[in-house]
């Protein structure tokens, strides 16, 4: 810098003529003179820039200055004098700051001069450029937005497009000039916020957006965001240059605003022709048109606009003005084919466009309807409104958006071809016979159709006007036969007859024989194809319900659809049943349709019928099943307005005519299996009794209904032999399946005989002609199938057809030929005699889980649904049914458990087993929505449910039924609440419909629970029922307040009966009662006073501990949460909805209106429950704690001394006693409270602090009593004794010195009296407070002996001697005083002697050796408990020794390991003359890892202690260390060169290489020893650090000792253990002792390995001369450091070089062969490994990315980064295609190390645009669990400002916070799009948490100045949403509980040991805490303090107590006093 400076200030007119020269050689040489200046320091960069003469009139000769053509080879590496002086003018970009980027940019015709012939020059000087252009101007966001766009100007981004036309290949790359050049310009162009590029308003014109008017303005509007890029896109050539086309496309998806200029200004020809041209025109039109539609939010805001964007706008989007409808018609005319398809795919990506555009303004229409009337088109696509021509101003929102559809498509309509062009080529198509072309052609004209078919399908769907305008008949597309046509085709035809409104279904087809209806359902038939056959089932299913037919329910349709014959079983034709109803059911269509009115008054006289009244009955005289069947006959609950389809009515007419017509037994079996199939199902999905359907049997006369009585008459083993079915079979089981039960109750005897001949039917398993069993089955009497069941399925187990086949045959027969579970082998697979292993690959139970669950249903007798097995199989089938069969198939189950309630067949267990299936039907529906809602509204409002719900006949006497029926009541129960209780929310709050659906249950409950308490009113006795109560406090939650109110009024009125109001059914029905009343608005606020008043009198006049628990609910209720935490322990968080409670319970009415009488009340019949409701009292109200204080006082002494010695009464007094103080740590001040309290306080403690200490006196140990006891009295010390107060602090004393024992409790009181008088000044009463301190330890290390000496160790010292050890670090002041040294020992002794695994014991005994230790005659005695310490058995285990490893493991022995040792160094230290003896060295050897652990560094020190003591070294025994003393008895068992391999086997290669990467550079060889803390015994302090590593303060000595044997030291061992690689890397140390020692190891070494054999010697000393040329510094006293790259490089290399097969074994050889030194200022091999092309350039890249985060580690380093670039490099990388996973994790790792280094984070913020780049990564990066990188951008952020001096960016003016707040808000808003689930809750609250993080620190930071909050009420609210989300889906479990108190996050006060260390573990950005509910309190807590405890939070009063409420849940001690001063300003007057 100074040389730089004296040639800017002595010799610029030097310069000045070397430029002017001439001579190529000087002026080149000055050239590089200048680069090398301008690179030296920014400072000089500046100076500089200021100080040269840019006006030098010979620099516009230098910039054309270029190397001659003619040249030769020998300079054409060489850089030429354009070259040199670009990269000077450069040079100002890579060290100047933005100023001086900002100032040498603005020097007129300078840098764009120079550079506007670019493109004439070489490859590496054009890629120089650009990467410095973009790294250090376009990603500088230092530099002004206005400085870039100023010098990226339209002129010279043209220029540089002409490099566009360098496509030449360069040797050695992949890369051209061209994509060098694409890759700048998107990176300048395409990304909103960088470069050129700005965020625009999308489709909204700024002035637009800017104001509240919808109207559109002018086509021409002059003011845009991104002038520069528009006018670049006009000198683009995107048809012309396939990267252009690129660019192109991506500046136009980044800025929407662009696409209607570009078409403006764009001279692209549209016409028509066959032609490359017009081929890339259209190319580039789809590609614009398929840009994804922008986002139509405000910026900023995730919020519609009150306008849409203009329509004229949004069409410009989807097709330009110059894809005009006169180009696209003559498009779809032209007599090319490739013409035609190429405008047909544009106009389907236009419709594709428009679909994508409507969806989004639908969503906006939606969103900002106030109402569903609001707008008629929201939910729906919107069809074309002919009057709205405009969007008026007027409109609501919503109506804008709507009205703005209507427009788009009217737009839409003007710009597309007339649909009859479209229509002409379809025609055309036709007219071609497709099957005689050939392949080729016919695969063409086949695509082509297919796009004909999408446009007519959009054309119908967007423009169905058109369409029908067009009198287009879309019949006409159907084809005759489907077989003929291709799937791909039938697909887009079945989806265009989807779109129509109008299609005449009913027309006949093409061949005239059937109409197009038919020919449907004949494809549904044949159709192989599950798409087909979905789409058609679903568009048959549509034209129906659309007509006249099912007009009363249009869902009806896909029964009758199911309902069809499938005979044919899959094959691709039809049977000769199925061709002849297929053409019955299209006759009966027609016939309907011509006239439906009079089928439909057939049925309405049919329902008008059933709807009579009946004869009266005597109920009395019936059976209660009777009872039931009247009952639900007559129920008023059935849909009696519903009726059948019309069609039906049909059938069932033309029926007759079918059955008398000859040979038509094949159509009546197909309509009678038709009928048998069709009205069950119709009957179940109705919600009304089958006597429709039977009356509708019944109008049929043929067959005559005694034929149909015969066969229903026929015993079930004469139905099972049956042959093939006719009609009257058929009928005869429709009838019997409505009628009832389907098969009778198993017996003994099996319908079916084993005796059936089956003859045939074997003989048709013999064959294998399939298609004869599939024809043939249906023959078979079911006894023969019965008997053969199981070859059946064994013979159709590989035939699809056959299995339908069997499937069919089953659902035709039975039940009504027997049930299935009768079969023999059913029987038996299903009984208890097969194991459940074998089922499973059991044919016969493979094919009982394919049948459906109807089938198998209804195959089920009310004994054997109860069977497990059964129910397997049932549950297995509904897990299996398709969603939209649920709901019919719970009504199945309802209609047959009604028939067995009716008959009196259901058991007890029938309708257990029928509600398990009907709540996995309500489990099954769940997964959709919509299915889920209509499955809980058919269920619920069955009227069989409804009617049998709480039914209760009179004067039954059946106690059986009663029991049924009860159970019943118990399931619907049971079933009503979990279906209205989802399992994704974990709140008890229901949904205004499912309300809605209870309703029925809810009031029948209300209404008996108030006819039973309104029966015991009017004549007393105890009616009021057990279960009553239980299904009440089932639905409680549903019941209305009103209803709750008026059952607690009813309830409360019953006081006057004392037997009643003391049984446990009242007591259990109030305590429902008032619980549902508090849950109802979150509280117990919700119970009016005047009830709350009604019960305290009930309580006072009949008190019992239920009502004592009641009562104590109800005012507990009324308390903030966590109020009484103290004393009843905290909340429960695993009660749902806990959060939502306690923000009720905050809003709720105080109870300062209650009675003080109370008080005296409880104090006169006190017990625990009692005395708890007066701590609640006291805990609310300032006038109870008067009350109280003033009674107690007032009390007589006897009484009140009885009082006090109550153990129940003392939780009352520390409830009261915490109420008024606030707890800091461990010390309390005064609470929020009034100053009577302070008074009546001062008066109690003279009579509580002495009951206090009396009572722990008294007990012999430590209790739960005492310690509240002491809590207690610890609170009086702290509120009310003075520091100054002498008397009342010697009267503590006393009574503390009076305790007689030891425990927990004394200490909290003597922890007290510390706290008090910690802050006195005055010496004399210091050195009192030690002494007394001292005393007090003396006698307590008596009282521990005494207790060691009886019973040893005791579990209870643990927690006393962890309190203990606490005092003796905060209090007592080290070796200022002593006590009794015979003590002291005495104890040492005991607690090595009795309990040396007690580590708590072994660790105060150290720390009181430590403090009290004074030199005396007992000191001797020092060396003899050292050594019974280490004669002790348990020695060994308790202090072995763990290596090191790489894995961070705790060790189990840690604890106790660090206790013993440190005992053993303080013993050493105390005493060393005497304690430190030869003869222990081999115990401590063996003890020490040789690691960088604290007890390690301990042992270190110990050892180096015995050596200074001893006078002599311990080299000999230091080889032989850790585990290796196991392998010998000493070390002088071993001697030179085995000892020395002995002990290079006990190192560890991966954790020696672990160690020199992090190798801590600030380590003296002499290191201090460590002062060990508390939190080295916390394992969770330590798995946050890092691993430890080998001791170089101990691995450097013991290689000088390896050094010493000179050649009997194997070198080659040592290198492969990586231990030269750690001597190297200590050349980088900061200590001078280190690299001194370092360096002489390495000149031993050197002179070793000369001599040495090794093969690779001469690799290993090639290398280490290198290393060795390379240090030119080095004197005898003096060592320089080497920059930690360098010699981490070298490390590195070592070890490969002892590897030939190493991936960089040769680039290594490569190296130290072309240089005979290395650059100690660079990084080497960085850019040939970095750039890599190789085959393992992946690997190689990955090297040097370690080796680059092993090498950053202070600021030195970095400026070696700095000067090659490499961050930059490295963040640009990561964004790249390139990086993968692996190296990105590299990369992440080398910011994490650089975050702990303050001056690296501040020049990465300030210069580097790190935070731009952060801000990039935070909005680009995907914020999903998946991505593993989603956490690193808000914690990387988080350590890089925190490890920043906010002190040297103070000059920023709080530039940075805002920064840094924009990155937060990014990383906020993205994560608050995300759905939380189950599966991501741990990281969504994670994430939360990590950004909560970053507003709290920068609001800490920002606390001392004027600025406003960053944290605003916007981002409050959209945290609290997003929190509420995470809570819906978080379920807290016990083993979560109890949640640890979060603190708050000291930024500040704690900066030093919050800052990034380079210790630190990666694992920190990675971490996710499994547990939720820990990120769940510390989010908790950081929203506290934004929300409510900052002084500039500008959050909402709701928002504020939402946070207050889920704080006080946590126990946050600022929420607690904050809600006791609100409690405070309340109450006041």
Excluded at 941 to 964: I, M, N
Aim: net charge neutral.
């Amino acid at each position: 810098m100074k040389l730089t400076r004296a040639i800017l200030q002595n010799h610029m007119t030097v310069i000045y003529r070397h430029l002017s020269s001439g001579k190529p050689n000087t002026v080149q040489a000055t050239l590089r003179l200048l680069t090398a200046m301008n690179h030296v320091h920014q400072i000089t960069t500046r100076e500089l820039k200021d100080d040269f003469n840019f006006g030098l009139k010979v620099l516009s000769k230098l910039r054309n200055q270029r190397r001659k053509e003619t040249e030769g080879d020998s300079v054409i590496n060489k850089a030429d004098t354009r070259t040199l002086y670009i990269q000077f003018l450069l040079a100002f970009f890579v060290r100047g700051d933005a100023t001086v980027k900002k100032e040498v940019l603005e020097i007129p015709d300078l840098i764009q001069r120079t550079l506007n012939d670019l493109y004439l020059d070489s490859f590496q000087l054009i890629k120089q450029t650009l990467n410095i252009l973009l790294n250090h101007i376009v990603m500088d966001n230092d530099l002004s937005r206005t400085v870039k766009i100023s010098f990226f100007n339209t002129s010279f981004l043209v220029k540089l497009l002409q490099l566009y036309s360098r496509t030449e290949p360069v040797p050695n790359t992949d890369e051209t000039v061209a994509t060098l050049t694409h890759k700048f310009m998107m990176a300048l162009c395409t990304t909103p916020g960088v470069g050129i590029c700005f965020q625009d308003a999308a489709w909204y014109s700024p002035s637009t957006l800017s104001s509240t008017s919808s109207v559109e303005k002018a086509t021409t509007e002059k003011h845009i965001f991104n002038k520069t890029l528009s006018q670049l896109l006009a000198h683009l050539r995107p048809t012309e240059n396939l990267l252009q086309q690129e660019l192109t496309v991506s500046i136009l998806t980044a800025c929407p605003e662009l696409v209607r200029l570009f078409w403006q200004k764009a001279s692209v020809q549209m016409e028509p022709r066959l032609s490359a041209r017009w081929l890339a025109n259209m190319t580039l039109l789809h590609k614009i048109t398929e840009i994804p539609v922008p986002n139509l939010y405000l910026q900023h805001t995730g919020l519609f606009a009150s306008h849409p964007p203009p329509v004229s706008t949004i069409i410009e989007n989807i097709l330009p003005t110059p894809a005009n409808r006169t180009i696209l018609s003559k498009g779809l005319q032209h007599s090319s084919m490739l013409v035609r398809y190429f405008t047909i795919v544009e106009l389907a990506a236009a419709f594709q466009k428009t679909e994508q555009v409507i969806a989004i303004m639908q969503s906006a229409v939606r969103t900002l309807a106030s109402d569903v009337e609001d707008v008629s088109t929201a939910g729906e696509v919107v069809e074309i409104d002919e009057s709205a021509t405009n969007t008026k101003h007027s409109d609501p929102p919503a109506q804008q958006w709507s009205n703005a559809i209507s427009l788009l498509l009217a737009e839409l309509r003007r710009r597309v071809p007339d649909i009859q062009i479209v229509i002409s080529l379809h025609n055309g198509i036709q007219s071609q016979n497709i099957a005689d072309k050939e392949e080729e052609e016919r695969v063409r004209l086949n695509l082509f159709n297919n796009g004909v078919l999408r446009l007519i399908k959009y054309y119908q769907q967007f423009l169905p006007q058109a369409v029908s305008e067009s009198k287009f008949d879309i019949g006409k597309l159907i084809p005759s036969d489907f077989s003929t046509v291709q799937a791909g085709t039938l697909i887009h035809l079945l989806e265009l007859l989807l779109e129509l409104n109008d299609f005449r279904w009913s027309n006949k087809s093409l061949d005239g024989t059937s109409s197009h209806l038919s020919k449907l359902l004949s494809l549904y038939l044949t159709t192989a194809h599950p798409q087909i056959k979905s789409l058609t089932q679903r568009l048959v299913s549509k034209l129906l319900g659309e007509s006249i037919l099912f007009q009363h329910d249009p869902s009806e349709t896909n029964l009758w659809i199911e309902a069809i014959p499938v005979t044919n079983y899959g094959r691709p034709d039809l049977t000769s049943d199925q061709i002849a109803f297929l053409h019955f059911l299209d006759d009966c269509v027609m016939r309907c349709l011509r006239t439906p009115y009079k089928y439909v008054d057939q049925s309405s006289k049919i329902i008008k019928a059933l709807q009579e009244p009946t004869s009266a009955m005597d109920v009395d005289s019936q059976e209660i099943m009777e009872k039931i069947a009247s009952t639900l006959a007559a129920s008023q609950y059935q849909n009696h307005a519903q009726q059948y389809s019309p069609l039906l009515m049909t059938i069932l007419e033309q029926f007759q005519h079918a059955y008398a017509k000859e040979n038509s037994q094949n159509v009546v079996r197909s309509i009678t299996s038709f009928l048998q199939c069709l009205l069950p199902t119709l009957t179940w999905n109705q919600n009304r009794s089958p006597a429709l359907a039977i009356e509708c049997l019944r109008k049929i006369q043929e067959p005559t209904p005694k034929s149909i009585e015969n066969v229903l008459a026929l015993s079930m083993e004469k139905r099972a032999v049956l042959l093939e079915l006719n009609g009257t079979e058929h009928l005869a089981m429709s009838l019997k399946s409505l009628n009832g039960t389907k098969t009778p109750l198993s017996s003994k005897k099996s319908p079916f005989s084993l005796k059936t001949d089956d003859s045939d039917l074997l003989s048709l398993l013999d064959e294998d002609d399939r298609s004869k069993f599939m024809e043939q089955l249906h023959n078979q009497c079911t006894a023969s199938v019965a008997k053969n069941f199981g070859k059946l399925v064994h013979f159709s187990a590989e035939s699809v057809g056959s299995t339908r086949c069997i499937v069919d045959y089953v659902r035709t027969r039975l039940p009504f030929m027997g049930s299935l579970y009768d079969f023999p082998e059913v029987s038996e697979l299903l009984s208890d005699s097969v194991k459940e292993e074998n089922l499973e690959s059991n044919n016969l139970y493979t094919f009982l889980k394919t049948l459906p669950f109807s089938t198998l249903f209804q195959n089920v007798n009310p004994i054997n649904v109860s069977s497990p097995r059964i129910q397997d199989l049932l549950k297995h089938a509904i897990r299996q049914t398709e969603s939209r069969h649920l709901a019919l198939y719970s009504a199945l189950v309802v209609y047959q458990l009604s028939y067995w309630l009716q008959t009196n067949q259901a058991k007890k267990a029938s309708v257990e087993a029928c509600f398990a299936l009907l709540a996995v039907l309500l489990e099954s529906s769940r997964f959709e929505e919509a299915v889920f809602t209509d499955f809980k509204t058919r269920l619920w409002e069955q009227f069989t449910l409804r009617e049998l719900y709480l039914y209760q006949p009179q004067g039954t006497k059946d106690q059986k039924a009663t029991e049924v029926l009860g159970t019943l009541d118990e399931r619907i129960v049971d079933l009503l609440v979990a279906s209205t209780k989802s399992p994704a929310s974990s709140t008890s709050k229901t949904h205004a419909a499912d309300l809605i659906l209870a309703s029925h249950f809810i009031r029948k409950t209300v209404e008996r629970v108030v006819l039973e308490l309104e029966g015991m009113r009017m004549v007393g006795g105890s009616s009021l029922q057990a279960k009553t109560v239980r299904y009440l406090s089932k639905l409680a939650f549903m019941c209305h307040v009103s209803d709750l109110t008026m059952l607690l009024q009813s309830l409360l009125g019953l006081h006057r009966h004392p037997k009643f109001t003391t049984t446990a059914t009242f007591n259990a029905l109030l305590s429902t009662i008032l619980k549902h009343l508090a849950q109802q608005s979150g509280s117990a606020s919700a119970i009016p006073v005047e009830s709350t008043a009604a019960l305290l009198g009930l309580w006072r006049e009949q008190p019992s501990d239920e009502l004592d628990e009641i009562v104590l609910d109800v005012i507990r209720g009324r308390l903030w949460p966590n109020a009484m935490a103290e004393v009843l322990g905290p909340i429960d968080l695993t009660t749902p909805g806990v959060f939502d409670q306690a923000l009720g319970s905050l809003q709720g009415p105080m109870l300062d209106c209650l009675d003080l009488s109370l008080v005296d009340f409880i104090l006169e019949k006190c017990n625990r429950r009692r005395c708890l409701i007066l701590s609640a009292l006291l805990t609310a109200s300032s006038e109870f704690r008067q009350r109280f204080a003033s009674t107690l006082l007032n009390m007589s002494v006897s009484k009140r001394k009885a009082l006090l010695e109550d153990d129940e009464f003392l939780p009352l007094l520390h409830a009261y006693l915490t109420r008024v103080s606030i707890k800091h740590e461990k010390h309390y001040t005064w609470s929020a409270c009034s100053p009577q309290d302070r008074k009546a306080l001062k008066a109690l403690r003279s009579i509580l602090l002495p009951t206090f200490v009396q009572r722990i006196a008294k007990s012999s140990y430590s209790s739960h009593e005492t310690l509240v006891a002491a809590e207690a009295a610890a609170i009086l010390i702290s509120l009310d004794v003075g520091k100054d107060d002498e008397d009342d602090i010697a009267s503590v004393w006393a009574s503390l010195e009076s305790i007689p024992r030891i425990g927990l409790d004394s200490i909290r009181i003597l922890d007290a009296v510390l706290d008090i008088t910690k802050d006195i000044q005055n010496g004399d009463k210091k050195m009192e407070r030690q002494d007394r301190i001292s005393r007090w330890f003396e006698i307590t290390a008596q009282r521990l002996i005494v207790v060691l000496d009886k019973s040893g160790d005791a579990e209870w010292l643990e927690p006393v001697c962890d309190r203990l050890y606490e005092i003796l670090e905060a209090h007592v002041i080290e070796r200022k005083l002593s006590i009794d040294q015979k003590i002291l020992f005495e104890l040492v002794s005991f607690a090595i002697e009795k309990a040396l695994d007690n580590v708590e014991l072994v660790r105060f005994s150290a720390f009181l050796a430590k403090h009290y230790y004074v030199e005396t005659t007992q000191s001797s005695v020092l060396p003899q408990i050292l050594q019974t310490l280490f004669k002790h058995r348990q020695f060994s285990s308790l202090v072995m020794s763990t290596a090191p490893t790489t894995k961070h493991a705790i060790p189990e022995n840690l604890k106790s390991r660090l206790a013993i040792v440190q005992l053993i160094y303080t013993l050493t230290s105390l005493k060393p003359e005497t304690c430190c003896k030869a003869g222990f060295l081999p115990l401590l050897l063996s003890c020490y890892s040789a690691s960088t652990s604290v007890a390690d560094q301990l042992l270190l020190a110990v050892l180096r202690i015995t050596e200074s003591q001893t006078g002599g070294s311990i080299s000999n025994r230091a080889p032989i260390w850790g585990t290796g003393s196991d392998n010998v008895k000493s070390s002088g068992s071993l001697f030179g060169q085995a000892m020395i391999n002995e002990s290079l086997d006990l190192i560890d290669a991966g954790v020696m290489m672990a160690s020199l990467i992090h190798f801590p550079l600030d380590r003296a060889l002499e290191n201090p020893v460590p002062s060990v803390t508390l939190k080295d015994y916390s394992e969770e302090v330590l798995k946050k650090r890092q691993a430890p590593m080998y001791d170089p303060c101990f691995m450097l000595p013991l290689f000088g000792t390896y050094m010493a044997f000179g050649t009997q030291l194997d070198s080659r061992k040592l290198i492969e253990a990586n231990g030269l690689g750690l001597i190297i890397v200590a050349l980088s140390s900061h200590d001078d002792t280190m690299r001194l020692a370092a360096f002489s190891l390495l000149d031993d070494f050197y002179g070793i390995v000369s001599l040495a054999t090794m093969r690779e010697k001469n690799q290993v000393m090639l290398l280490l001369d290198t290393l060795k040329n390379s240090i030119v510094e080095r004197e005898d006293n003096v060592a320089p450091r080497i920059p930690t790259v360098i010699t981490t490089f070298v490390a590195h290399a070592l070890s490969t070089l002892l590897r030939p097969d190493h991936f960089m074994y040769p680039h290594v050889n490569k190296f130290c062969l072309q240089r005979p030194t290395i650059d100690m200022e660079d990084i080497p091999m960085f850019y040939s490994l970095f750039n890599s092309s190789s085959e393992q350039h992946r690997k190689e890249r990955v090297w040097m990315l370690r080796l680059l985060a092993a090498s950053l580690k202070t600021s030195e380093d970095y400026k070696l980064f700095k000067r090659r670039h490499v961050v930059d490099l490295l963040v640009a990388f990561f964004n790249s295609q390139l990086s993968e996973p692996l190296s990105k994790k590299i990369v992440i790792e080398i910011l994490f190390n650089a975050s702990s280094i303050p001056k690296v984070s501040l020049q990465m913020i300030t210069q580097s645009a790190f935070l731009s780049w952060l801000h990039t990564l935070s909005s680009m990066s995907a914020m999903s669990s998946e991505n593993e990188f989603s956490l690193v951008p808000s914690r990387l952020l988080l350590r890089f400002v925190q490890s920043c001096p906010k002190e040297s960016i103070k000059w920023m003016n709080g530039v940075w916070m805002n920064q840094v707040a924009g990155i937060a808000t990014t990383l906020l808003r993205e994560l608050s799009v995300v759905k939380v689930t189950a599966t991501n809750l741990t990281w969504a609250l994670t994430s939360l948490e990590s950004i909560l993080e970053i507003f709290s620190f920068i609001e800490a930071s920002s606390a001392l100045s004027s600025t406003g909050s960053f944290f605003t009420a916007s981002h409050t609210q959209r945290f609290l949403q997003f929190l509420t989300a995470c809570e819906l889906v978080m379920v807290v479990t016990q083993d979560q509980c109890p949640v640890q108190i979060p603190e708050s996050i000291a930024w500040l006060a704690a900066a030093e040991e919050l800052s990034p260390k380079r210790s630190d573990p990666l694992d920190l950005l990675y971490r996710i805490d499994p547990i939720p509910t820990q990120s769940h309190s510390r989010i908790v807590r950081l929203g506290f303090d934004l929300v409510c405890q900052d002084r500039k939070a500008t959050g909402s009063a709701e928002d504020k107590q939402a946070l207050l409420a889920r704080a006080l849940c946590y126990r946050v001690q600022e929420a607690v006093e904050r809600a006791r001063q609100i409690q405070s300003d309340t109450s006041k007057p």
